[in-house]
């Protein structure tokens, strides 16, 4: 049985609250429902935290890159920052050069969620009112965090009483060496097939390219390894990755491993991809713990989601929640040692 503690409850309504297992040692905080951190163990016993966070976990204001939180109402860019639903234009922040990024200037990552314990985790849960970052709609939202043994995961749960855009991620980014170092010496694999190429504005441009014979392809798994930022133009166009990976199965699909101490995290999700961004641009940005500034490229984000902007390049927009539909949505993390 997972123990949770409530660690810490300000009278602004900040809270922060632990999840352990004896296995893994999970922090949360209720703005954001954000994973301030992971506790787990190398191969040699020694606990380590593997994700980033800002150092000042009460002001998500002033952290641009969103770390550890939930992203929405719609995670990743829309193209133009507006878009057509029922005949009728919705207008959005432009908060991402020319686009909105992760739901606009307030996003969910700087809401303060309702909290409650439950057996093996806690549930968040946040009313978006109408038409706030210009998303029609009044949408009630709930993320449930559940640890058990080493799993992690989490269950998004949404409904709207009008249609709306509605499409959430967690955007942890992962440091399995536990160190302010670049994810390059990390090995990932992905199975996918394809991914979706970004143009310079880090928009997607709808086409969906196959990933063999190139940077993208990690079916078999490799070292992400040194960015050729000269030689593809893809990667040019981001500074790194900054692209979603259509996944060709419909779970297991992401292993991200540390060989020198052995940690690895497996990711299983019944979203359609995943976006990986390799924190081209942390660097000179918000404080991180400890006090250290971290680094480009010292976190790779594993952001579980639908086609982003999707509004704009599916025919079907997976985006769009209808009034009275539920929109659900589950991410497994495991953690485990290398043999």
Known sequence: MTDV????QKENGFAKIQLDSGEVRVILTNIGCQIASVFTKDREGQWGDIVLA???????????????????RVANRIGGASFELNGKTYQLAKNNGKHCLHG????FNQKKFDYEP??????FSYVSPDMEEGFPGCVKFTVTVLLKGNEMSLIYGAESDQDTLFAVTNHAYFNLSCENTPIFDHWL???SDSYMPVDDTSIVTGEVAASAGTPFDFKEGRVIGALDLQGNQQLKNVKGFDHPFVFSKSEDQITLAYEPNGRVVKISTDCPMVHVYTGNFLGGGVTGKLGVSYDDWCGIALETETCPDSIHVEKEPSAILRKGEKFSSVTKYTFEVMK
């Not at 503690?5 to 810490?8: N, S, T, W």
């Not at 800002?54 to 929405?72: K, N, R, T």
């Not at 439950?118 to 549930?123: I, Q």
């Open 118 to 123: 439950v057996e093996d985790g806690v549930r």
């Open 189 to 191: 694999q992905i199975e």
């Open 104 to 107: 606009g200037v307030e996003g």
């Open 5 to 8: 503690k409530v660690l810490e």
């Open 54 to 72: 800002p150092q000042d976990l009460e002001h998500p204001e002033l952290d641009s890159a969103f770390m550890g939180a939930v992203v929405g």
